[in-house]
């Protein structure tokens, strides 16, 4: 997986063909992102720039992935973070890292010669939740920042800056957000049907040894519900078996035993949490 890696600040090295299914919101998502490429045009005719894109959808979906080749296809450097950072800070510093958050990004920048940069917040809903009353004004202040930052966004910058969100919790956000001009497209990710299950499951073995008869239709079929990352699981656990018995290669029977190990695993999170 080498060739994934991501340097700091640079431009991801990863497209949308190594992300399996998520035809409809790939092609969204392409679509809002020519806006960010063709940005020279939409200032001749005056249309705003999309300053933010969310990412609804339960969680090991590919958002993350989506957000890296969305920076991959734009040719933007890629600055990220996630809301669970801002979890018990001071009052003020939520609002410091997101100033110093777009800086980085511009630096980043104009640093590798791109004149465009993603933000990604994971977890954006714990920064911008519904909440009542003055409880959480570290939150609220580091909200506003965002906020801030994101209105001073125009096309005219030397780096265009373009902020994805991912959220499993769209319902929970403050309305401020959504508003026009801000996080006003949205696309949802959502869990893979079996055509997409198949070609994650391909991706993911695409570097493992299989053994010949292996069906991975069959496993697309019996893994209805399971997310893009619980497939990656899968494919990593059945490796796993394989290499224990020590025969080279993956079989049938060793994707089975995967598939109720990460369906066990699962269930036992369930109960930790309960
Ligand atoms: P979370 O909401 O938990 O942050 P996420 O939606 O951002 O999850 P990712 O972090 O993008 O999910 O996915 C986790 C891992 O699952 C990826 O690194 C990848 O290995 C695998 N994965 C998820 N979806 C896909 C997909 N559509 N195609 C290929 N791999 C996938």
Redesign the pocket.
């Known amino acids: 997986q080498k060739k994934r890696t991501l340097k700091k600040d640079s431009v991801p090295n990863l497209s949308f063909e190594?992300?399996?299914?998520?035809q409809r919101s790939k092609a969204e998502l392409k679509e809002a992102l020519d806006f960010l490429i063709h940005r020279n045009k939409l200032r001749d005719y005056g249309i705003r720039p999309i300053k933010g894109i969310l990412l609804s959808?339960p969680?090991?979906?590919?958002?993350?992935?989506?957000a890296k080749a969305a920076a991959h296809y734009t040719d933007s450097v890629f600055v990220t973070t996630s809301g669970s950072e801002f979890v018990e800070m001071y009052v003020g510093v939520g609002a410091q890292r997101i100033r110093e958050l777009f800086q980085e990004a511009r630096t980043g920048a104009k640093k590798s010669n791109k004149n465009s940069a993603i933000i990604f917040i994971?977890e954006i809903d714990v920064i911008g939740g519904q909440r009542e009353g003055s409880q959480h004004r570290e939150y609220d202040q580091t909200l506003n920042q965002l906020l801030t930052e994101m209105d001073g966004i125009t096309t005219d910058q030397e780096v265009q800056i373009l902020v994805v969100a991912?959220t499993?919790r769209k319902d929970m956000l403050d309305s401020a957000l959504l508003r026009p001009g801000r996080f006003d497209r949205h696309i949802s990710?959502d869990l893979?049907d079996k055509k997409?299950r198949h070609m994650?499951l391909g991706?993911?073995t695409e570097n493992k040894p299989l053994a010949e008869d292996v069906e991975i239709e069959q496993i697309a079929t019996e893994t209805f519900g399971f997310?893009?990352?619980q497939?990656?699981s899968l494919t990593n656990e059945a490796a796993i078996y394989a290499m224990r018995e020590g025969n080279g290669v993956i079989q049938q029977m060793h994707l089975s035993q995967a598939i109720d190990k990460v369906m066990m695993g699962e269930k036992t999170d369930r109960e930790a949490t309960q």
């Open positions: 190594n992300i399996g299914g998520q959808g969680p090991g979906t590919g958002k993350t992935l989506m994971d991912a499993n990710v893979p997409a994650i991706l993911h997310s893009g990352a497939l990656e």
